[in-house]
């Protein structure tokens, strides 16, 4: 039988790293996790069991804590490059895919301020950064923020839609609206400030959540993504996922009890997914 081997890359995923960074009693703390993917002239490894051109992944994962160990982590861009650049420099490597998630921690308020070395974690949010490159010129930058867990109890409807044999969704003109956003962003050029970029970012998809008034998901997504361009100069384009976790009424009348919008039963699944990509001046 004749075959012919079409595409393949290997790498070393969920390289876990934690980066503390101590001055005058004061601690830094990064939390990562790093995936490595390397694609180039590797076909003989798997036609032919030949290893002479592949690179240990254990050898990948070494390197990213040697790298971490001399170089700045932050921003998870910049050390994404740098990962990038280095093994772009081995042999028979022709393209390099980085991702790196950054588990987000804060200080804990004690003694009357923020702890000077005592962290604390609150949900599963993380920044994230994906760096694809083929060579040194040729090097795209993704951002993000991922499971940002975000809930308000009115300011949301959703009414007017198409009904047919099989619904049974009521209209409603105030409900819950829940959901766990995801957004990706790529900017027009070289990011200088991708930290501060991430901050704004962050700052305009949760005040926009909270103030505007929704009259579907769909119309959430669009007011964030125009939110995070109005926030965000260097942003040329931002893609969303948001899925509609529910909280649905609980009928509480076989106990003679009135439910006016007080008792709630959260629902993981099923659950809508609402997702679109938006680019400035589109």
């Known amino acids: ?3 012919s081997l079409v595409q393949n890359s290997y790498g070393k995923s969920r390289v876990r790293l934690v980066k503390v960074r101590r001055a005058d ?3 830094e703390l990064t939390d990562l996790s790093v995936d490595v993917q390397l694609a180039g002239d590797f076909d ?3 036609t032919r069991g030949d290893n002479s051109r592949v690179l240990p992944t254990d050898t990948m994962k070494n390197t990213v804590y040697a790298l971490a160990k001399g170089h700045p ?3 998870i861009e910049d050390f994404g490059v740098l990962l990038a650049e280095h093994f772009l420099g081995k042999p028979h490597v022709r393209r390099v895919r980085i991702a790196i998630t ?3 921690w804060s200080r804990i308020d004690a003694g009357g301020g923020p702890h000077r070395h005592a962290f604390l974690r ?10 694809s490159a083929a060579s040194a010129s040729e090097i795209a930058v993704e951002s993000g923020i991922a499971d940002l867990l975000v809930l308000k109890t009115t300011g949301s409807a959703f009414s007017g839609f198409p009904r047919d044999q099989f619904t049974t969704l009521k209209e409603a003109d105030d409900r819950i609206l829940a959901t766990v956003m995801v957004a990706r962003w790529r900017t027009a050029g070289r990011d200088e400030a991708p ?3 991430w901050e704004a970012a962050r700052r305009a998809l949760l005040e926009t959540f909270a103030e505007q008034h ?9 007011a964030l993504g125009e939110a995070v361009f109005a926030a965000c100069p260097a942003i040329s384009e931002v893609s969303l996922s948001l899925p509609n976790k529910h909280c649905l009424l609980v009928d509480l009348s076989p106990f003679g009890l009135a439910n006016e919008g007080e008792i709630f039963v959260p629902v993981d699944e099923p659950h809508g997914l609402i997702e679109a990509t938006l680019k400035r001046g589109g």
């Open 102 to 104: 950054e588990h987000v």
């Open 214 to 222: 929704s009259l579907s998901v769909q119309h959430t997504l669009h």
């Open 195 to 197: 930290t501060r970029t």
């Open 122 to 131: 609150a949900g599963q949010e993380r920044r994230t950064a994906e760096i």
């Open 73 to 75: 982590v932050e921003p």
């Open 44 to 46: 003989d490894a798997y």
């Open 25 to 27: 009693g004061r601690h």
């Open 1 to 3: 039988m004749s075959t």
